[in-house]
């Protein structure tokens, strides 16, 4: 069975780091673009960052460009964000996911990510 786990979410102040790790298990990760979303309280969900399957290209969304960089261990089956520089507004529950296919695209769409995660809950407060 497919299956992504988020971990690594917590409670931050303004201005410090995270990391969330995402493993996969059931698939092989290593023929998958994958992807980071969040959805903060009363928004709709929003695209952060997605990664190709390689690791060789990767995008992120305006709201966190700069601060935030994701990666891929195709090995260990694990993707990971590194977030940096944290504030009030990315305190969201953060998804991770995966596309069949290899590429990522710039428009972050959801209906074209093929499995997701249960989530993991990142709040930013001092």
């Known amino acids: 069975q497919s299956q992504l786990v988020e971990s690594g979410g917590g409670l931050v102040q303004p201005g410090e780091s995270l990391r969330l790790s995402c493993a996969a298990s059931g698939f092989l990760l290593a023929h998958s673009a994958m992807g980071w979303f969040r959805q903060a309280p009363g928004k709709e969900r929003e695209g952060v960052s997605c990664i190709t399957s390689s690791g060789g290209s990767a995008n992120y969304g305006d709201s966190v460009k700069g601060r935030f960089t994701i990666s891929r261990d195709n090995v260990e089956n694990m993707v990971y964000l590194q977030m940096n520089s944290l504030n009030a507004e990315d305190t969201a529950i953060y998804y991770c996911?995966?596309?069949?296919?290899?590429?990522?695209?710039?428009?972050?769409?959801?209906?074209?990510?093929?499995?997701w995660g249960q989530g993991t809950q990142v709040t930013v407060s001092s």
């Open positions: 996911a995966a596309r069949w296919i290899t590429d990522c695209e710039t428009s972050f769409s959801e209906s074209t990510y093929d499995l």
